[in-house]
């Protein structure tokens, strides 16, 4: 049941936190460009009109900013190397 929606621009990126894990992660920041808050909750996730999971989001006012990861992006990861200093 759909109770509203909006479009709004966003920017995405891809994310990387080497001493956390290998992973690269896709991220959208975009802002509510809704006349109503969003509630928190469960997010549907879709790319390209293709499904890709599931989110969590905190409760969002109308014009705030906020950031979804769409989880690890499989084409990419991020190998540290270790350096000695002598």
Known sequence: MLLGGF???????????????????????LKNAGGAPILAGPVTLVVDGAY????????????????????SADRFLVRPKKRRRA
């Open 52 to 71: 890709t999971g599931t989110g969590d989001l905190l409760y969002v006012g109308p014009g705030e900013a906020f950031d979804l990861s769409f989880g």
């Open 7 to 29: 479009e709004a621009p966003c920017a995405t990126e891809r994310v990387a936190f080497p001493e956390l894990a290998p992973q690269v992660f896709l991220r959208a920041s």
